[in-house]
């Protein structure tokens, strides 16, 4: 099953039950680079998700975006978050355009779970547009890297806890070995 979009080269099928859309669609056909693909990236995902909600909240306190999108946008991105919608990053990481077709990819998946959760179908952007609603008052320059940065500060913060995990287990290493004498070594 699919469902037709249209942009301004004109109509398209999408499948039916996918978040992603037309921009998605169009960037999965043209860009077979790397095979590396941005669902391999779940913490990039949830950077461009908090840049997304961080946007909706915004807007709206701008007057800019509705209160019921604003909260519909938000609730998307806090799904994607989770992890929920990774698999609806499926094009390449390497891409003509500058990350455009990343920022699409976010923003269709977002416009379309916010649809849903407005009781709309997916595709009926008069109601929750990609462009309009979605990516309102931004720019793929922006949303991209800064993206790309609340991706690497969640990366560090996990890592933290992995070396802290680290520490404590040579910290218990130590403690249950002390009885042993040992001679001494200078590479530690």
């Known amino acids: 099953m699919y469902r ?3 942009d301004l080269l004109g109509d398209m099928q999408v499948p039916a039950n ?5 921009q998605t669609q ?5 860009f077979h680079i790397s095979g590396v693909k941005l669902y391999q990236y ?6 461009l998700a908090y840049v997304k909600w961080a946007a909706a909240e915004t807007n709206f306190q701008l007057g800019l975006l509705e209160e019921k999108l604003k909260n519909a946008i938000v609730d998307a ?5 989770t992890g929920k919608f990774d698999k609806e990053f499926p094009i390449d990481m390497i891409q003509g355009g500058a990350g455009t077709s990343t920022n699409m990819n976010i923003n269709e998946v977002l416009a379309n779970r916010a649809l849903e959760l407005m009781g709309y179908q997916k ?3 008069q109601y929750c547009s990609p462009n309009d609603h979605v990516n309102l008052s931004q ?26 995990e680290l ?3 040579f910290r218990n290493k130590g403690e249950e070995f002390k009885h042993v004498l040992k001679m001494g070594r200078t590479q530690l």
């Not at 779940?42 to 950077?47: D, L, Q, R, V």
């Open 26 to 30: 169009r960037a999965m056909d043209n």
């Open 77 to 81: 991105a806090k799904e994607v978050i």
């Open 167 to 169: 520490i404590q287990s």
């Open 139 to 164: 720019s793929t320059n922006d949303a991209y890297p800064t993206s790309i940065r609340v991706a690497g500060i969640h990366s560090n913060m996990k890592l933290i806890g992995h070396l802290k």
């Open 18 to 22: 996918a978040y992603y859309g037309i």
């Open 42 to 47: 779940p913490e990039f995902i949830k950077g």
């Open 4 to 6: 037709t979009e249209n």
């Open 123 to 125: 595709g009926e952007y």
